[in-house]
């Protein structure tokens, strides 16, 4: 079973992405801020990570900037940066910064979402 960190501090989002992810058989882990995310990133041992943008403590780009210092004990799988801005110099600095993939809450629904994540994740 896939393992899936998903860090979000949106209590909504984080339930609604848990209902969708477990449903489709992943394993799935939580974070309710950027300072958890980050030590948790740090551990390792996930699939795939799913990191919303806007967060307190730490933001998504923050957590980023620190994975450039701090490698993770254990490897993960690719990044997917989780956000409602669509402002492009956030895109391209998460991505010059390892990011695998931007999705864009907002215009997902659960189909587009998994079969998202299936295309960054081996089942």
């Given at each position: 079973m896939s393992k899936i960190l998903l860090v979000d501090d949106?209590?909504?989002?984080?339930?609604?992405?848990?209902?969708?992810l477990t449903d489709a058989g992943y394993e799935?882990?939580?974070?309710?801020?950027?300072k958890e995310g980050f030590e948790k990133i740090v551990e390792g041992g996930y699939d795939?990570?799913?990191?919303d943008?806007?967060?307190?403590?730490?933001?998504?780009i923050g957590i980023l900037?620190?994975?450039e210092d701090e490698r993770p004990k254990k490897s993960n799988g690719p990044i997917i940066l989780l956000t409602n801005l669509a402002y492009d110099p956030v895109i391209k600095e998460a991505t010059?910064?390892?990011?695998a993939a931007c999705l864009y809450k907002a215009e997902m629904?659960?189909?587009?979402?998994?079969?998202?994540?299936?295309?960054?994740?081996k089942k």
């Amino acid at each position: 079973m896939s393992k899936i960190l998903l860090v979000d501090d949106d209590l909504y989002i984080r339930e609604l992405y848990l209902e969708i992810l477990t449903d489709a058989g992943y394993e799935v882990e939580m974070a309710v801020d950027g300072k958890e995310g980050f030590e948790k990133i740090v551990e390792g041992g996930y699939d795939l990570i799913l990191l919303d943008v806007m967060m307190p403590y730490l933001d998504g780009i923050g957590i980023l900037r620190k994975l450039e210092d701090e490698r993770p004990k254990k490897s993960n799988g690719p990044i997917i940066l989780l956000t409602n801005l669509a402002y492009d110099p956030v895109i391209k600095e998460a991505t010059q910064r390892g990011a695998a993939a931007c999705l864009y809450k907002a215009e997902m629904n659960p189909d587009e979402f998994l079969k998202t994540i299936s295309e960054y994740i081996k089942k």
